[in-house]
Structure formats: structure tokens, C-alpha cells
């Protein structure tokens, strides 16, 4: 059977999963107006998978490398709202699948293979084909269906086309380390927890905008100044992460593969000193600055550069792990918290049918902030890997003195799919 090669992308994300041992899985929860229509939701499922056949793969291993092969099993519908195993054969060995329970549906996936934005691209086809079989939904402008053609720029990496660079360039340039919840504030390392939040968008998105922020700068200046209120006093910056979809610059709208940078947001003493608005100035203007083309361009191609050189100096699997793991681990090392926004839903017909919608990320940051948006409300996931919810309760505080109205939908332990490592079957 073919081997499919692990992108320049993907390299980083799928031996640091596997030297780190986390369960490097996504999970996608949707809860929509109706119950879920089982039969329809089977037939979305074999057009979703019909559409992309390049992600229906299982990950495999021998002694040089990671690797995929094609997985002609059917994708798996699962009624359960409960974790399950993906590359396992609950999965039928693929790296992604659909569950269902009630009026929920939860599309689970292997962020080694694609990253939030590629997720959401299959989404969309499924909540696309399933729509259409209950509600007679049929605007899929911008949804790629059983009709298009699959373009090569789809399933190639962009990444792949950057040059090795020499490791010793590429270690010289480490970032200042930041205020850490766990070494430095204390905080009790757990597994992970999670608490989904409910926001009125409307009002949400007023109170940015008159603050000249963005929904994602918003929600990382309010969570930088809860953690701050602890700990004004520190000898390292409270520095947010702030994911960006490097698509867009790099030319590659298309393609699947992990393509994601973060803009670094440091609150420092000076910052805290701001009123609020010139807070929310300079983190936008942060964000505006490093997510530039001409800054985004260098900085992934270094990223790629890197990724390729690692892979070429250590031919072997097991020593490739061990040289991908202090990449893969260091971001709790130069990030205190992590925000992720991937943008409004950009499809009515289906968002009117979807009532709630979170995300629930890998447990690769102590401290990380999901948002997305559907139907009028904005859905933020708050995920932390220690049992203190003081810096929640802060954050929510911040919500209520600026007047921000939320619900507190649902909490519990982290629900992602198990991803112990490669298939050992057949």
C-alpha cells in the first residue's frame, strides 16, 4: 500500500503529539435546533467523505517514520456524546469521525493532519449535506461539494516548497519566556477542564468596536488583564498567543495542511497603566503588525525550514520525536495563554439551524480561549489544565463590569478523542 509522506506542515504536529504523548484531537460541538435525523446525517457523512478522499487516511509507523495510508473503511457515524478513540478500529481506523446524541453533533479530528481552518472546511460539507436532507437547504456557495473538481493546491502543502535551513540559525532566535499559571503562579497541573460560554454577539461586538478591537484581540486583552489583577507584581510578561491563519499571506487559501502562526500580546506595566481603548489599540496594532505578509512570509518559511532540517539530521523515527518534542512542548514556555477565533460562520441558511457551537481544543496550553460565531451569539470555550477557576471567574468579572452578558452553557472534563498513536492493525 502507498505511503502518503507527512507535509513540511504537518511534521512538527505529528511527531511532537507523539513524543509528547498528548491526545492531539479536536473536537467540534454542535448543538443544533432539532434532534439529529440519524439517516441524514449518514448520508452527509458519505458525501463528506466522498469529497475528501485525501483525508480519509490512518496513520501508521515503522522504524524510520510516521506515515499515512488510504482507508477505504467508511468514515464512522457514532451515536455518543462520550470520547471516543480515533486511528483505533472504533474509527475504522480513520483520523477523523462524526458523533451524534440528541440534537448534537461533534466532528472529531486529528489536528496532525489539518488544522482549525482545514477542519472547518469539512465541516461545513457536512452540516452542508445534512441540511440539505432535512431542511432542503441549497445555497453552497463557497462550500466545496461532491461537484467541484479537487484542485492539486487542495491537497498540497505549501510549506513543502520552503528549503532547509541550519538548526543553529533557527535556535538562535528564542522569544523571552512568559509568566507561567503553573511554575510561576502555582496553579495545580490536572487534566484538562473545560467551561462553554454563551455571548449575545450583538452585544459583544458593540463594545469591541467601541473600544477599537476585534471579537479575538477583545477576548485576549480582557484575559491577559484577569490573570494580571494576580499578579501585578512578576519579573515575566503575561503574554497571550493569538492564533492567525497564514493562508491568506502565504498564497494557499486551498490547502488542509497545519498553517497557522500566533502574534505574540504582551501585557506589560505600561500596558496596564492604558485606559481601556489604547489597551485595545495597541493589541490590534500588534495584531495588524506581525500578521503583515512580509512578516508572516519569513516567519513560516523559517518554521518550514526548520521542520525540513530536523527531519533530514535525524533519519529516525524514535531520535526525530525526541528532536520535535521541545518545539511541539515549548508553548507554555513563551505563552502564558493561548486565544483562537476562526471567524464568523459564513453560511446563513445553515447557521440559522445551528444553536450552539464550541470548540474543544487539544490540551497543549495551560490556560487556552476558543471563539467562534453562528446564528447571533458568539461561543467561547475556556480550557484549563488546573483545578483552580479563579482566572475564569476573573475573566467573567471582566465581562460583567464592562457590561458584556454571557451564559455559562455547559462544564466538564476535556471530551476530545483519544489519539494513543499510530494503528497496529491491518
Known amino acids: 500500500m502507498d505511503r502518503i509522506k507527512i507535509t513540511a506542515g504537518d511534521l512538527m504536529h505529528v511527531y511532537g503529539s507523539q513524543a509528547t504523548g498528548v491526545d492531539y484531537t479536536v473536537r467540534l460541538c454542535l448543538r443544533m ?34 506515515y499515512y495510508v ?51 472546511t469539512v465541516l461545513s460539507t457536512l452540516l452542508y449535506y445534512y441540511c440539505r436532507e432535512c431542511y432542503g437547504t441549497d445555497d453552497h456557495e463557497g462550500i466545496r461539494t461532491l461537484e467541484d473538481e479537487i484542485p492539486t493546491v487542495e491537497t498540497e502543502d505549501p510549506l513543502d516548497a520552503c528549503p532547509p535551513i541550519t538548526l543553529s540559525s533557527s535556535e538562535a532566535k528564542e522569544p523571552p519566556h512568559a509568566f507561567s499559571l503553573i511554575e510561576d503562579a502555582g496553579m495545580s497541573l490536572t487534566d484538562v477542564r473545560y467551561h462553554d460560554i454563551e455571548i ?13 478591537a476585534s471579537p479575538g484581540t477583545m477576548i485576549a486583552l480582557l484575559t491577559a488583564r484577569a490573570i494580571d489583577g494576580f499578579h501585578p507584581i512578576r519579573n515575566k510578561p503575561i503574554t497571550g498567543a493569538y492564533v492567525v491563519n497564514t493562508r491568506p499571506m502565504i498564497g494557499a487559501p486551498l490547502n488542509h495542511h497545519n498553517c497557522l502562526s500566533t502574534v505574540r500580546l504582551e501585557y506589560t506595566d505600561r500596558i496596564r497603566k492604558m485606559p481601556l481603548m489604547t489597551q485595545c489599540t495597541v493589541y490590534r496594532g500588534k495584531t495588524i503588525l506581525q500578521s503583515d505578509s512580509d512578516n508572516i512570509i519569513p516567519v513560516m518559511a523559517a518554521y518550514a525550514g526548520r521542520n525540513k532540517a530536523i527531519e533530514a539530521a535525524f533519519p529516525l523515527r524514535e531520535a526525530r520525536e525526541k528532536a520535535f518534542y521541545e518545539p511541539f512542548d515549548c508553548g507554555n514556555t513563551y505563552f502564558t495563554y493561548l486565544v483562537s477565533y476562526v471567524g464568523k460562520w459564513r453560511y446563513d441558511q445553515i ?8 470548540t474543544h481544543a487539544p490540551a497543549t496550553f495551560y490556560f487556552l480561549l476558543e471563539i467562534s460565531a453562528v446564528n447571533g451569539r458568539l461561543f467561547l470555550t475556556v480550557q484549563q489544565r488546573f483545578a483552580e477557576d479563579r482566572y475564569l471567574e476573573a475573566l467573567l468579572k471582566q465581562f460583567d463590569e464592562n457590561g458584556i ?7 466538564g472534563k476535556g471530551d476530545n478523542a483519544a489519539f494513543s498513536g499510530p494503528y497496529k492493525g491491518e
Not at 53 to 59: E, F, G, I, N
Not at 200 to 212: M, T
Request: hydrophobic residues 30%.
Open 33 to 66: 435546533t432539532d434532534s439529529v435525523e440519524e439517516k441524514a446525517l449518514r448520508k452527509a457523512v458519505s458525501a463528506t467523505e466522498k469529497r475528501y478522499p485525501y483525508l480519509c487516511v490512518t496513520l501508521k509507523e515503522d522504524s524510520r517514520e510516521y
Open 200 to 212: 449575545p454577539e450583538e452585544a459583544f461586538l458593540k463594545f469591541a468596536f467601541e473600544n477599537d
Open 405 to 411: 452578558p454571557y451564559r455559562i452553557s455547559r462544564s
Open 70 to 120: 488510504r482507508n477505504q473503511t467508511p468514515v464512522q457515524l457514532i451515536r455518543t456524546s462520550e470520547r471516543i478513540r480515533l486511528n483505533d478500529p472504533v474509527s475504522g481506523g480513520h483520523v477523523w469521525a462524526v458523533c451524534y446524541d440528541d440534537d448534537r453533533i461533534f466532528l472529531d479530528f486529528y489536528h496532525g493532519i489539518a488544522d482549525g481552518a482545514g477542519m472547518y
Open 351 to 358: 447557521g440559522q439551524h445551528i444553536r450552539e457551537f464550541y
